[in-house]
């Protein structure tokens, strides 16, 4: 089974300061992803990252895959009460060798306050 | 206009009814999954089709059964309602099945069962 392990679960931090959410697996995956979900929506994709090493930047959020495509990291920069949410990193795993489905880390619920 | 459409947004029932939750895409993809979220916000795999090939988390009851009437449509059927039902549940669709794509997400069902 595949898992991906998100760090931290709850982060709460003042407008300004920077971040960064981990998301973790011992399994190797084709890609990640990572989501942004608000109260009462659905996710919202941000970024997907095929290639190790892959970084990508968003406007102030920086996606980083691992080397060995088995972690990923987002870091924001000067932090804004409306980057409030829960970040999910998501990967597509392998399953008997052909690539299955979208599996989700369990979330790091992001809190800035102004 | 909406990419993908769930109805209703919150359903109330009672233990041992049948209930059903509607999902539309107008994106065009070929693949549509059902995802349950739980009250720790973890999204779980149910079921994921392309029209030609369901495929089944194993760890999903019978009780719940996919049904698609047309590429656009993937209606999830619930039987004899528990408790343990009460959760998010969100439809989502893709472009490409076993892809690195980003998935669409529904902005979610509330099941809740008393």
């Known amino acids: 089974t595949q898992l991906l392990e998100q760090s931290p679960q709850f982060l709460s931090i003042q407008e300004g300061e920077n971040l960064t959410v981990y998301c973790n697996s011992s399994s190797v995956f084709s890609s990640l992803q990572w989501y942004r979900q608000e109260p009462g929506e659905g996710p919202v994709l941000l970024v997907t990252v095929v290639t190790g090493g892959e970084v990508k930047k968003l406007k102030r959020l920086t996606f980083q895959f691992g080397d060995a495509r088995k972690d990923s990291s987002l870091h924001i920069t000067a932090a804004q009460p409306g980057d409030t949410g829960l970040y999910l990193c998501?990967?597509?795993?392998?399953?008997?060798?052909?690539?299955?489905?979208?599996?989700f880390g369990k979330g790091t619920k992001l809190s800035v306050k102004p | 206009d909406t990419a993908v459409s769930q109805t209703p947004k919150y359903l109330v029932t009672q233990m041992g009814n049948d209930k059903s939750i509607k999902c539309e895409q107008n994106?065009?993809?070929?693949?549509m999954y059902w995802y349950k979220q739980d009250s720790k916000k973890f999204l779980k795999i149910m079921f994921s089709?392309?029209?030609?090939?369901?495929?089944i988390n194993e760890t999903v009851p019978n009780r719940f059964s996919p049904k698609s009437p047309d590429k656009a449509h993937l209606n999830l059927h619930i039987n004899s309602l528990e408790l343990g039902d009460s959760a998010v549940y969100f439809c989502?669709?893709?472009?490409?099945?076993?892809?690195?794509?980003?998935?669409?997400f529904g902005s979610g069902t509330r099941l809740t069962v008393v």
């Open positions: 998501a990967g597509v795993g392998y399953y008997g060798g052909s690539q299955g489905n979208l599996i």
């Open positions: 089709y392309n029209n030609k090939e369901l495929i």
């Open positions: 994106l065009g993809h070929d693949t």
């Open positions: 989502a669709s893709s472009q490409v099945w076993q892809g690195n794509y980003g998935y669409t």
